[in-house]
């Protein structure tokens, strides 16, 4: 083999491990509060700066939509906790969708099942279904690969954080984008440090809100956190236990929820049990966003429950009446019960959570010059 050869051959190693050798990337460090558990990161997908930087770019680029005018933001709005205030979001084909847009937050913790029915696994396996669905953004993934592939950021930015262009590492960036989304600074947050106290109002709204009521105690209470559960105010985290039916429909106009995607005809009508953080700037609420005002919310649960095969006994068991009525369930709280309780609520708004810059549209700004 001449010299010639052997350096060709040499150089064009060289290129091919430059091409191919996984890039340096750097772990995001982020605090939580414990109280939050055990967080979920799954192996094949590091949670990295140079990840994160892509997915916020991807999260709020309208290039990921088929007529490019639709990006994920536009159903996830940070000022509204990543909601878009409508009762039923409505994207590329303008039709209105079947659900109500989620909020995004703390979801390294909580149930390991996203949408209402808990379809997917993972916010990996989530990330590509809303770029694909003809009602969302209708994009096609290899036109979307080409278009990334063409644009003058994208290639370094995928370089930096993964290697290459595919439509697995779009949606890998996308979920670390979505795992740093995380709310921690509420008002509640501050008391549960210690660092402020809650009003009169709210402080009774917080028990009111954390008490099964039991007449023979005379405990009165809301019951609420016998699904949102603990700090996190959201479903259970094993298995489908964060999936639940609150009594919205009777049997006639059950939907499908859970069912939907276990076929299991006890999961008819349960519904992911939504976190309560940032709750005040989320309306109009629930799965199909029927409730307009978190007064709504608490008629419902005080008075409005349905009654249904697969209504939750934590529902069925929450009287403040002396004898339980199973006829017609009901929580029996007072209007100034009711009003504590929507009090404590808004301490979960989290200011620094809704204008954190990290979090905010990099194309309005100049700080993706870096
Ligand atoms: C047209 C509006 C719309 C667009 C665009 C959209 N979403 Fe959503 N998003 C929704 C709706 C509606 C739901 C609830 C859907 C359901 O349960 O079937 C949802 C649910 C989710 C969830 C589940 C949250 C949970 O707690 O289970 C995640 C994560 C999410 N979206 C991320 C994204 C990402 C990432 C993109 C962009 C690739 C995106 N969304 C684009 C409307 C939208
Ligand atoms: C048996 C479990 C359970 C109990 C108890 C419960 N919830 Fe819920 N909650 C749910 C489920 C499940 C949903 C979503 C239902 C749906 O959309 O189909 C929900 C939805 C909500 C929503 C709307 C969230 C959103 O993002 O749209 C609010 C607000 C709410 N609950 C507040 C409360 C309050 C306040 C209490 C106590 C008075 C309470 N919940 C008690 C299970 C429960």
């Given at each position: 083999m001449s010299v010639i050869t052997v350096l060709i051959v040499l150089a064009g190693i060289t290129f091919w491990k430059i091409a191919n050798d996984p890039p340096v990337t750097t772990p995001v460090e982020f605090t939580a509060p414990f109280v939050f558990g055990r967080f979920q990161i799954p192996k094949d997908n590091p949670y990295t700066y140079e990840s994160v930087k892509l997915g916020r770019r991807l999260f709020y680029d309208p290039l990921l939509s088929g007529n490019n005018e639709i990006s994920c933001a536009s159903c996830h709005k940070q000022e509204l906790a990543f909601t878009d205030g409508l009762p039923r979001a409505i994207g590329a084909s303008k039709r209105a969708l079947p659900f109500n847009s989620m909020s995004l937050s703390n979801l390294m913790w909580g149930p390991r099942h996203f949408f209402w029915n808990g379809r997917v696994a993972s916010l990996e396996q989530q990330a590509l279904l809303p770029i694909q669905h003809v009602d969302e953004m209708d994009q096609d993934l290899d036109e979307l690969m080409e278009e990334l592939k063409q644009d003058d950021r994208y290639p370094v930015l995928f370089r930096n954080?993964?290697?290459?262009?595919?439509?697995?590492?779009?949606?890998?960036a996308l979920a670390s984008f979505q795992r740093s989304l995380i709310s921690a600074n509420s008002k509640y947050d501050k008391y549960l440090r210690g660092e402020i106290s809650l009003s009169d109002q709210e402080e009774y709204g917080r028990k009111l809100f954390m008490a099964h009521p039991d007449t023979k105690v005379s405990l009165r209470g809301g019951n609420c956190i016998d699904c949102h559960s603990q700090f996190l105010t959201a479903g259970f985290a094993t298995g489908f236990d964060g999936f639940s039916n609150n009594g919205l429909?009777?049997?006639?106009?059950?939907?499908?929820?859970?069912?939907?995607?276990t076929g299991n005809d006890a999961h008819r009508g349960l519904f992911k049990v939504p976190t309560l953080r940032n709750i005040a700037v989320t309306a109009p609420y629930m799965h199909?966003?029927?409730f307009a005002s978190l007064e709504q919310v608490l008629e419902h649960y005080n008075s409005g429950i349905?009654?249904?095969?697969?209504?939750?006994?934590?529902?069925?068991?929450?009287?403040?009446?002396?004898?339980?009525?199973?006829?017609?369930?009901?929580?029996?709280?007072?209007?100034?019960?009711?009003?504590?309780?929507?009090?404590?609520?808004?301490?979960?708004?989290d200011e620094d959570f809704l204008t954190n810059e990290d979090f905010s549209d990099p194309f309005n700004r100049g700080s993706d010059h870096d």
């Open positions: 954080a993964y290697g290459r262009i595919t439509p697995e590492n779009t949606a890998k429909d009777d049997d006639e106009h059950l939907q499908d929820g859970l069912y939907a995607f199909d966003g029927r349905k009654m249904s095969q697969t209504l939750s006994p934590l529902i069925i068991e929450a009287d403040n009446r002396e004898k339980v009525d199973i006829q017609s369930v009901s929580l029996n709280l007072t209007e100034t019960e009711m009003k504590a309780i929507i009090a404590f609520l808004h301490t979960l708004t």
